[in-house]
């Protein structure tokens, strides 16, 4: 299994590509994440560079505690049942005032993308 630590900063709006294996498949992807101060959460999208194809709108950043929380899980259905890959945002830090991302601080968490994680691996 094969993750990526995405290149995240505070800046509230942030798009990038990354050329990535997802359980073997080639994925040209395209994140946009961004910091929306109403509800005062973080999200992430993540399209298909190659095609165009939005894959994944909006995903709230929401930090695991205890277990290990894939964000992708619902996404599994998609390109052909190859699905996405996983999503994890993890703590930097049992110190940090937030449970999950807040205004300035996404950069303090870590959000991991790669292969399809399943429950009772335990090298997530």
Not at 25 to 32: E, G, I, K, T, Y
Not at 71 to 76: D, H, I, K, S
């Given at each position: 299994m094969t993750y990526t630590?995405?290149?995240l900063t505070d800046d509230p709006y942030?798009?990038?590509t990354l050329d990535a294996s997802i359980d073997g498949?080639?994925?040209?992807?395209?994140?946009?994440v961004r910091y929306l101060p109403a509800p005062g959460r973080w999200f992430l999208s993540l399209?298909?560079?190659a095609s165009g194809e939005a894959l994944v709108n909006a995903v709230?950043?929401?930090a695991s505690v205890g277990a290990v929380n894939d964000?992708?899980?619902?996404?599994?259905y998609l390109r052909e049942g190859k699905g996405v890959g996983s999503l994890f945002c993890l703590r930097g830090s049992e110190e940090l005032a937030a449970r999950d991302p807040a205004e300035g601080d996404l950069s303090a968490f870590h959000v991991l993308f790669g292969d399809t994680w399943e429950r009772g691996e335990t090298d997530a």
């Open positions: 630590l995405l290149p942030q798009v990038f498949a080639v994925l040209h992807a395209r994140f946009a399209w298909d560079n709230p950043l929401v964000l992708f899980t619902p996404f599994r």
